[in-house]
């Protein structure tokens, strides 16, 4: 057990004084003229304003992951309808709406940033152009 020896009381914190009122509940509220209430309403707005130009200076800068995430999400679905049109040509029928939703996907280029990616991107978009152009949707 620890014993506590000498008793400060802190210095410098002054309680509220309240005065009494007639009713005797002991509280009271005065609107007396005082203050200067214009001058703290305009350094709250300062600081709020300060505060919104931030968050506005954030969302303009870009992520350089975005692009990354925007360009691996665009190589998968090219991916995905590439393995759609081969399950099509195999069952002897081929979607035109799948082939039209490839050739989209290839007009909507993505610059991830990535040297690395933007190369297997590039041989993903070579092996869609490839099977349009065989079903003579792509070319001359």
Not at 60 to 89: F, N, S, W
């Amino acid at each position: 057990m620890m014993r506590i020896s000498g008793y400060t009381p802190l210095t410098g914190i002054a309680g509220r004084s309240q005065k009494k009122r007639a009713d005797g509940s002991g509280s009271s509220f005065d609107l007396g003229s005082s203050g200067r209430s214009e001058s703290a309403a305009s350094t709250g707005s300062a600081g709020g304003i300060a505060g919104i130009d931030a968050l506005l200076a954030l969302q303009e800068v870009d992520d350089p992951l975005t692009g990354r995430r925007r360009a691996m999400a665009r190589g998968h679905d090219m991916l995905d309808m590439l393995e759609e049109i081969k399950v099509d040509l195999l069952a002897g029928r081929i979607s035109p709406e799948r082939l039209t939703r490839l050739a989209m996907l290839l007009e909507r280029r993505i610059d991830s940033g990535n040297p690395a990616l933007e190369k297997v991107v590039d041989e993903i978009e070579l092996r869609a152009k490839v099977e349009l152009a065989k079903l003579g949707l792509y070319g001359s």
